[in-house]
């Protein structure tokens, strides 16, 4: 069965502190991607890949980093957290069909302090 | 530019009533449309798509969807809810490369017993 699993389920961060959130598929997606969610408003895209060792701006990716080192393995991180980046985090993969075959992990809820 | 717009943050209704949940896009081609719901402390899930050909698109659990490129909306439909319906469900628009997705803000539907 398909599936994106994302960890830390929650985290709680310092401002200034570095901040690592992991996401791992085995669905064999090409395409990896990172949103971010706060209420009131939709997922915004923060950053995509769609193949390994590259990564792109999504719409919103000031103050953030990707990283893909494997086809399974996206990470998205925060070199020094903000305030404003509380927030809950959703990774998703999807094949060459897009959003047709597009999976979401369960979220990571990110507070910082 | 890419944008979807879903003028109702909240939505209450009764079981068994009909529903309607708006969703308004631009696009400046031919988009890509989606149904997206969110269980409470869940991922997204699929709940029907559109790419072209008849504008009422069935999805799963009794929910379907009329596009009209005219209005530049997507509305999604409901003849007869049930409690479990209650969740946030997102329009979701992909432009004609289709593996990058602007989500709209998301109506939060209640059903009340």
């Known amino acids: 069965e398909a599936a994106v699993t994302q960890s830390p389920r929650s985290k709680v961060a310092v401002t200034g502190g570095k901040v690592t959130l992991s996401c791992h598929q085995t669905?064999?997606?090409?395409?990896m991607y990172w949103y971010r969610q706060d209420t009131g408003h939709g997922l915004r895209l923060i950053h995509y890949s769609y193949v390994a060792d590259s990564t792109e701006k999504g719409d919103i990716p000031d103050g953030y980093k990707a990283s893909r080192p494997s086809q399974e393995n996206f990470s998205l991180i925060l070199e020094l957290a903000s305030l404003s980046q509380t927030a809950v985090y959703f990774c998703a993969s999807s094949g060459t069909e897009g959003a047709e075959t597009l999976y979401f992990g369960s979220g990571t809820r990110l507070t910082v302090l | 530019a890419q944008s979807v717009t879903q003028p109702d943050a909240r939505v209450t209704v009764s079981e068994g009533a009909s529903l309607q949940l708006r969703c308004k896009y631009s696009s400046s081609g031919t988009p890509y449309l989606f149904w997206y719901v969110q269980y409470p402390r869940q991922g997204l899930q699929l709940l029907l798509k559109?790419?072209?050909?008849?504008?009422v698109v069935q999805g799963v659990n009794g929910f379907e969807a009329e596009f009209s490129k005219s209005n530049s909306s997507f509305h999604l439909r409901k003849a007869s809810v049930h409690w479990s319906d209650s969740a946030v469900y997102f329009c979701v628009l992909s432009p004609s490369n289709y593996n990058v997705l602007y989500f709209g803000s998301g109506t939060k539907l209640t059903v009340e017993p």
């Open positions: 559109y790419y072209s050909g008849d504008p």
């Open positions: 669905n064999n997606h090409d395409y």
